[in-house]
């Protein structure tokens, strides 16, 4: 009778396997769910690096445009986007705080960017306005071109965030190099960067609010040739 009382119970001692993600697509959601999860340890220990003066400007606005770019080409999987639901649903599921990162990628632009870099050389002659001088007249031509171009796309009605964000990325980042100080409406454009970066990627301006980015910039590109008087 007792010899019979085991027949079909599992052998404890021979390990059964355990399947963790039933396919090959399940498994790439959850590797892609990973990386971000590395990315926001890594840029909220950037973001900590930087205030405390640990890797310079350069190295700063590097990692921290690599990680951004990242961020936002894993979030372009629909299936990742999906399940990632949103920054703070995801914080919250996977027990995260990373404040600074937080802010980050909510800007989407490194600090350098944002507030002007102070790293860029400047001249003997550079003015009280914090122009740079000596060889910064292709920086400048750069710097209108790029205003130019951003203002010809809302003309030809090019209104999604993939369009515009990074076309008003380069406006940001040529005007850096030219001025390390603030002229009239420059925060206009890192509104709106803000405002682009936290919409969906194909997500689409109203032509309200593309009447008034339009205004914006434009007011912003003059503030900007004002400092080069």
């Not at 690599?66 to 027990?95: A, C, H, I, P």
């Not at 190099?177 to 002229?183: A, Y």
């Amino acid at each position: 009778m007792l010899s019979g009382m085991n027949v079909g119970l599992p052998l404890l001692t021979q390990p059964q396997e355990v399947k963790l993600v039933s396919s090959s697509g399940e498994r790439d959601l959850y590797e892609s769910l990973a990386e971000i999860y590395s990315i926001i340890i890594t840029l909220d220990g950037l973001e900590k690096a930087y205030i405390k003066d640990v890797v310079t400007e350069a190295e700063y606005t590097e990692t921290c445009t690599r990680l951004l770019k990242q961020y936002k080409s894993s979030l372009g999987d629909e299936s990742v986007s999906r399940e990632f639901v949103d920054l703070e649903t995801f914080k919250r599921t996977w027990g995260l705080e990373c404040p600074r990162a937080t802010e980050r990628l909510r800007i989407g632009l490194p600090a350098t960017v944002e507030q002007a870099s102070h790293g860029a050389p400047q001249a003997s002659s550079a003015g009280a306005g914090g122009v740079v001088g000596g060889a910064s007249g292709s920086l400048i031509l750069a710097a209108t071109e790029n205003f130019i171009t951003f203002l010809d796309a809302l003309k030809l009605n090019m209104v999604s965030k993939d369009a515009l964000h990074p076309l008003l990325s380069e406006v940001i980042q040529s005007v850096n190099k030219v001025t390390d100080g603030e002229f009239e409406n420059r925060g206009k454009i890192i509104q709106w960067l803000i405002a682009l970066n936290q919409m969906r990627a194909t997500e689409e301006l109203s032509d309200d609010q593309a009447r008034e980015l339009a205004f914006d910039i434009e007011q912003a590109y003059q503030g900007f040739k004002a400092t080069l008087n």
